[in-house]
């Protein structure tokens, strides 16, 4: 089936566009027809990344709107969506992506499923108890056929265990409403360096015998991919690694 995968959390610095990263790998990998699209048309980090990569199509819809510009901006995003021949579509929220995500729920999910792509939303976790509320009160959340909430343990180092996530309250709240847990595990922050100078190449690439890396980074890289898709990725769009 074809996936629409929404990489959200509302917050800036969440890691949302990390999982953009990570799934749009784990598409190109599966050997799907890939498409970002960049929420936030001024930071883009995830287009850069794979702008010009075989496989992946790339655009930008500015989604840091409300109201009708919202709903302007969600309409031009889905007649490309039908236009193109993606069958796996990653989306990187802008923060504050309530505002046209929530507003135009009810647009986004009936026509993209009405083309045929399964609904997934990435809610990434953010260190303050208020992403627990946003999460649960998230229409785009409550709509999707499927979600996960994602803590990413690079910016975990102020609270180790997530307060809201390990708050018997709120999780069960997210549980029982069907959202499913995940996680991507710390990256040594030299290897997240390097990343970051390597750009214009997909991450998997990074860790492959045609990597400029040394070999023990390509290493470190890969171990991290596998226990991130495993962790985070899989359990919300499906497959094997």
């Given amino acids: 089936m074809k ?3 929404i990489c959200h959390g509302d917050k800036g610095g969440v890691g949302k566009s990390i999982f953009a990263m990570l799934a749009t790998d784990w598409g190109l990998q599966a050997g799907r027809r890939v498409a970002v699209i960049e929420g936030d048309v001024k930071i883009g980090d995830v287009g850069r990344r794979y702008s010009g990569v075989d496989g992946v199509h790339g655009f930008g819809v500015d ?3 409300s109201g009708r510009d919202a709903e302007n901006a ?4 889905f007649r490309q969506l039908e236009d193109s021949e993606a069958d796996f579509v990653v989306l990187n929220a802008p923060a504050n992506g309530h505002k046209a995500l929530d507003s135009q729920a ?3 999910v009936p026509v993209a499923q009405d083309l045929g792509f399964e609904v997934c939303v990435a809610w990434m ?3 303050e108890e208020s992403c627990a509320r946003l999460a649960n009160i998230s229409i785009i959340c409550e709509m999707a056929d499927r979600r996960i909430a994602v803590v990413n343990r690079h910016e975990s180092q102020y609270d180790a265990d997530f307060f809201w996530l390990t708050d018997k ?4 709240i997210w549980v029982k409403s069907g959202g499913m847990l995940g996680e991507i595990p710390d990256l040594a922050s030299r290897v997240a360096a390097k990343i970051k100078e390597n750009q214009g190449v ?3 690439f990074l860790s492959s015998k045609d ?3 040394h070999l023990v980074d390509r290493q470190v890289i890969k171990n991290w991919l596998k226990k991130s898709w495993e962790g985070a990725v899989i359990p919300l769009v499906g497959g094997a690694v």
């Fill in 3 to 5: 996936k629409l995968i």
């Fill in 169 to 172: 309250t709120d999780r069960d």
């Fill in 106 to 108: 009810e647009i986004i």
């Fill in 63 to 65: 989604l840091d709107k």
């Fill in 211 to 213: 990597s400029p890396l």
């Fill in 74 to 77: 969600v309409t031009a995003l």
């Fill in 202 to 204: 997909p991450l998997a």
């Fill in 125 to 127: 976790v953010g260190l």
